[in-house]
């Protein structure tokens, strides 16, 4: 049963072919899988301020220029592709220049990030703080996702606490920011100073850089959960596209 | 928006109050959560044959009393409580017997599992096996809900594959069931065994039984996953309860 | 000792050789491995409806060949590899052709699936649902092996959580199906929505799909085991055959 | 060396007594520890918003009694004491009546939170959704929390999963929310499927409540950190001081 | 079907009332469930050697009671309890001066090893040799399990490797020993000295001994599973009784 | 100080140069490292019927081809190289026959196992027993390696428990055996099985084989650990030269 | 053999009834175990500066008193026991005082350290540093193991990261001192920020302080393990006593 | 604000300008970031001794010469490259060539350590000692590192404990070394046996060599965390470069 349908019970109760009690009744039937079009319009607002994203692993490049394409077709927010190889990215980048997109790609660790029709900026207050050289690629992903929806952040790189003068050197921005991504790997005790440093909501990426007991990122995603300073939160290991959506969802207009 | 709003729409329309298409676009906002009884009536339909049940821990025995009241109070099938404490048993056994009905408790490690108004039994050919005497526990859980549904088992105990004999002795039985509820801790070794002997569904139970390498039941549980006998499918440690539960689901009565 | 020397003990008793009574302490020696065909036999009627299945990985595809060359010309059944790389999967086409089968070959992440000599479709009702894209390898090896044993299941794609209209679309499917298969990745979380809207069996998939966090799929299968919808059960991460043959236990004919 | 101290310097340059080349000298030698009260100040001024928090365990009854003492002194905020026992409860709200102030304490699982001095409510609207009762205590830990500061929560319990309507049915709440905080155990699946509903920022809470495979709140954890839903941020196993911490940094008052 | 039912077949084939091939075709069909008491007396002689053991968790005293009677009552083998607590000690004790059989009791942890009617000493050179006075329970259990055998072994105590003179002192039992059981807790090194130095077998006993990194034995587990001494091999944790047998099965009588 | 520096002192003493005193003095500051070639001797006798063994992985085909070279020039035992890649298996035959000695390779895995100049055999009966196909790399080199000691193994191959009959086929050789190796993947149920039902030590080799929930073996080192067949023990995960030196600790000649 | 053999060999190599060949060939079969005193001594040297110390668990408080007893009857050095319980407290306090010792008893945690016969002070500089007030226990151990060698530390409390203020005032302290002990629970990063804010050697003791994702200490450990800043070295959790030890180490008198 | 800002604060203040009161509050709101060259002057003085390291993985070829050259223009003190692959060796070695400095490369593993202008050798006892050949690179990066800053230490390989003679070898060095470095994979045992058998300070590092249950350095790691010899602290798994600096920390000259 769909709109179609229900405005058919509608007219039939205008003509009086069916009484209200009936008509209740066949109504209260429905069941909420058959909403149709009204939930994915609803749903959709739901989702205001969020970018169109396409993951690409286990996508082909045909596949992904199908729905960049189509996104783009449809609606005038950003488009988003996400860990994309060099086939997906060749192919994202040719669906937005069929429609006259100016693609802008970022080279994050071996994948890319493709973002298209980006918002206009907001000018908001967004940091990404990165522990160290190597976590660049996951806060480039995070940057790139920012700026897509119009929260471009300033990327403060190679601030990890061994040298602990160069996150200090960052108090004045970290004081001052609406929100905080921190991206680090090894032990991932750059979180929680940042965390001691600032009232701001710091979103931590644990990253797989680092070796031996680094554990593939779950030495800093364990570590960053116990932070000893409050309130700090955390999302999935090497997971910038994750984190900018956390800033995302604290950040969006007011509806 | 509930169903008395509803109504209230129709009769507009009735009336000629409202337009089709006005009443149209006010239902098409409804939120898929405001179909109030209708779908928890439909919500109930599928939980058909499912005993209502509740879990012990973390409520208090009043908190128990009420809830076992109100659902003897509310439709006529049977009532389970798990693992229960002294309290909790006293105060749901109260409550049964105030409502007339005979409670039957069933002492599993060191709780308790309640049935009130057991099911007829349904006459099918379900068996419940289990390695080691200490593995009686999560088995006679998984028994008494069973049994509360209609499909008491028979408990085969001590099946261990160390002693294969004791497991071969049961071929008859294995070959001829409906279902079969494995249940073991240690190596966990029985599961593979009795797939292997039978064509029946069997779900296993990893029991917290043992120690040391046993790792508390996860080795049981791995082991139990990892089986070379197809087809074997696995609930979590010591839960006897989702057992009986995932046996409900493959027996229970056409629609 | 053999079927040969039972006979020639009960030759012997029967012309007096042999009185009774050491009769039946030689027989009584008997190791029970020694009963021969008979109990091969009673094997093969135990496995009624299970598909031959031959594993690929850590076979050369000459001894693939020759496998399926004897299971063809021994019996009636379906016929199934699995895992197959490219080589075996010629092997399996070959062997099938030789014998005039039409082989249906499925590809599956990195490996095939080849079914021969498939059962007459059965017109069950099963399901299988996957989370999201990625998913779909695993769900095609399960469909695969269901189709070929005349169980072939409807296959429902990308109805994660994370857009619950998704799976509530297949509210209806849910209520109705006969066995279900949630294959997912990730956090899993498909597995314990469905079981809460469908009293069908639902046999969990965890699959190494995601990244980081999802630990190649421990945390789906840590998930989907913890899960708060009871009587789910669970098979090993990736394993669409195990769960395929779950379902083949759970829906066998009657004897 | 603390702010008399620079001021003592000043007032010997003003006079005549210092030239500025060795005034610059002894300044810069200031290591940056020795600032004093005006880093004290700055960095209490980082911290607007945050309640004086008082961790209990490990703390005897006395000094739980002196600190609150020494904070109700100092500043007019409000004064939090967390997982106190019963004797920390009874100093804790000692010390506050001994100084004219309501204690309001809340008991969670066998641990107290007690709260002085609150802000008046902000009027904000934030949500804390338990899946299950067993979630109740770190959901109750986590609303008193927010109310010490002025954003007391809605707290919608028992919305787990496998009974998809009760998530639904407060959609419109999920879909106006300003911050959410989901606290589920088990598999945690919750965090997901409210994640999709909204575009609110999520803070998840894994909870150790559940045995067996949810390993303590480690599966829910997991869970959590590899969700499908983008942007979700988690914080440590029962941590619902912490995610109420996440909330207070997201929602402060601009500077 | 029984011995006393192939007992009536032959009676029938030697009167003629059954011809050999029927006969041969209704004894083929046994099940080899069905051997009955002759499968129990070979499964038993498989075992000769081995003590009659009886695990004290999760039985009654009751239960420890009635089995050991029934095993003293039955065959003429030592008999042996183990993880006795203090009251099954007593019944088992009991149960044993009750048939004239003096029990000997050693006290394991917290637990009780008793041994009834032990071998008489075989003579063979076996040692057991613990890093720490700590392990000496688990060497306990050990021994005991070897006495009540015949295979009373030498015990080395507290000979770890961070005293190194406290092994090599041990050269000379060490080389000429016939079995070595180590038990060893912390990060179980022993082991691999002790097999550095002995052509002899090397059971080694991981124990939950230590604290922290030690991860109640799975440290010691791990380690000497990857020994670099060659042919050492690993039991359970903390499984005394374990070792005990693996030196039972390598040093059993000639058949 | 060496030997030579013994001979000085006693020299000394005979002359009178030293008195005994003195003499007993320089001696025991004799640092236990310093005895020379006795040490070695002994040693070396302490690993009579070993093999000289060389690990391939880390060295150079040179470097094995020295060593080869070098053991096969001084003593008369056998020499085996194991894990070596095809370069390293092509220079140890190479320095096999410049030495008129034959090699013989066997492949396992991707790796080889080379023995040079084996032992006779000794007429013991080994049984090495495998769960699946798979498990076959490991058990041939097990099997390799015993060969060249002389204790030449029957291979019982895919016996998996999942067809009861295969392992209950082997009754017979089981119950004789002097020694079983057990080599099995996925839950490793096969090693509880063998134990059941032999009273022969039995080695238990867990196998990388399978996937998902299997964790590269950890899942069948945990399952032998646990065993419930007892004095069962483990070597490390496809470690088939560790289970033949198990072996060949136990079957070691009288000395 | 022992010191008393090697003298009658040299006594008659110095009469000549023994030659010096022979003797030599006697003495050369010296296996290394019978070095007797001469070895214990030199062992005993290598200790030099090494408190003997008591692990209190396992171990009768009679026990405690004799081998305390014993220790104060032989030697001048410092004595020390750790992790005692109350009963054991007493029992070496009683058995210090019986010898005129006076006991320095210091609560850790749940147990005690009692130091008799410390050291002399030796002057040199060494810091305990603690993140929370809940490592404090571990440090206390840990000092007053310190404290008996002689090498009593400062203890600087409470210094964790996210307060960065607290360890940034000790900035002085820290450049300066000649070894630092870190002692922290949660997520450890004090390691690393102490680690780069000094170049002495830094011993990091992870503790069991914190819940859910500390994991019992695991969470330090490993952070602490994988740590930025370099050249940190790390001990067992919890362990106070090693990280002292450590510290012996490092800071031995020369010999 | 740097030190010039300071400066012309002063300088008002001394020429009337500014009044005390005012200058104090412009100086108090000096944030601890701005003490500029002061602390950082300070900083580097903190890591005298220390070399300045480039770490490769991440970074481009010309990434690090650039680093490389800078390092070199600036200051005296000993530059090392770590974990550099191929290309990046080749344009380390030309930077340094550049500037007439002689690179010194040491093949690491499928790594190199490149080491120039090292600095003079102090002369100091360090050794490094090796448990298998297989630990060899993780000791050559140790040792060149070790070697840069003067402290080039003796390396002895192939000292595990399996074969005790190796090890007791090498008494006479570990008794008087200053600094111990253990590097052992499998079970790690070598650290508690070195640690027993000297009293200098043992920094032991877990590798990753080995297979199967020494699960890549875990083991070794959780081995040498339980060890039972006091005061081992330990390093990241295969952290060469790490224990080298921790020995640097210990033997830095006196300020």
């Known amino acids: 049963m769909d709109a179609a349908d229900v405005d058919e019970v509608l007219r039939r109760v205008s003509t009086g072919e069916l009484d209200v009690e009936s008509a209740g009744a066949l109504l209260a039937r429905l069941p909420f899988a058959d909403l149709g079009s009204a939930r994915i319009?609803?749903?959709?607002?739901?989702?205001?301020?969020?970018?169109?994203?396409?993951?690409?692993?286990?996508?082909?490049?045909?596949e992904v220029s199908t729905i960049v394409t189509e996104l783009l077709a449809h609606g005038s927010g950003p488009v988003i592709v996400t860990r994309a190889d060099e086939q997906q990215r060749l192919a994202a980048e040719a669906a937005g220049r069929a429609r006259a997109v100016t693609p802008q790609s970022t080279a994050t660790?071996?994948?890319?990030?493709?973002?298209?029709?980006p918002a206009a900026d907001r000018g908001r207050r967004i940091l990404v703080v990165t522990a160290g050289t190597a976590d660049g690629p996951v806060a480039d992903e995070c940057a790139a996702v920012l700026g897509a929806v119009g929260l471009a952040p300033t990327v403060l790189r190679d601030r990890g606490?061994?040298?602990?003068?160069r996150i200090v050197d960052a108090l004045e921005d970290l004081a001052t920011a609406e929100a905080i991504v921190v991206v680090a790997g090894m032990e991932g005790a750059l979180a929680s100073v940042v965390g001691g440093l600032t009232?701001?909501?710091?979103?931590?990426?644990?990253?797989?850089?680092?070796?031996g007991?680094?554990?593939?990122?779950?030495t800093a995603l364990l570590s960053m959960m116990a932070s000893c300073a409050a309130g700090i939160s955390v999302v999935g290991i090497d997971n910038g596209f994750g984190a900018?959506?956390?800033?995302?969802?604290?950040?969006?207009?007011?509806a």
Chains 1, 2, 3, 4, 5, 6, 7, 8 share one sequence.
């Open 41 to 62: 319009d609803h749903h959709r607002s739901l989702r205001q301020g969020f970018p169109e994203a396409v993951y690409g692993p286990g996508k082909s490049a045909d």
């Open 109 to 117: 660790a071996d994948r890319w990030t493709i973002v298209l029709r």
């Open 161 to 165: 606490v061994a040298g602990l003068h």
């Open 199 to 211: 009232p701001a909501p710091v979103v931590a990426v644990p990253t797989s850089v680092g070796y």
């Open 213 to 218: 007991a680094g554990l593939e990122g779950v």
């Open 244 to 254: 900018a959506m956390a800033v995302v969802r604290m950040l969006k207009d007011p």
